[in-house]
Nanobody
């Protein structure tokens, strides 16, 4: 049974930083492309950042380029999202997904991919 668990969310002031972590079990982690998604109230879930299984290729949404950094540690079955220079518009529930597809202009969970339960990020102005 695949389990994906996020942590690291919280309340931070604008301009601050947070690091999200995502641990996956029940799968061979280094076989999976992984991604971070977010959903703000009243909005659709959107792909924030994705990374390939070896950590060599990444995608970032335009809204987070230059501020967020995705990385992974395959030895620890863990995915990270370093979020710097946070803005109030980054406020959302952040979800990790195991099993994503991405390219230069998109990042999406595959139909057989797995979601975590989410971690809330709130950025105050």
């Amino acid at each position: 049974q695949v389990q994906v668990v996020e942590s690291g969310g919280g309340l931070v002031q604008a301009g601050g930083s947070l690091r999200l972590s995502c641990t996956a079990s029940g799968l061979t982690f280094n076989n999976y492309h992984m991604g971070w998604f977010r959903q703000a109230p009243g909005k659709e879930r959107e792909g924030v950042s994705c990374i390939n299984w070896r950590g060599e290729s990444t995608y970032y949404a335009d809204s987070v380029k230059g501020r967020f950094t995705i990385s992974r540690d395959n030895a620890r079955n863990t995915l990270y999202l370093q979020m710097d220079s946070l803005k109030p518009e980054d406020t959302a529930m952040y979800y990790c997904a195991a099993g994503v597809s991405f390219g230069s202009r998109f990042c999406a969970k595959e139909s057989l991919g797995a979601w975590g339960q989410g971690t809330q990020v709130t950025v105050s102005s």
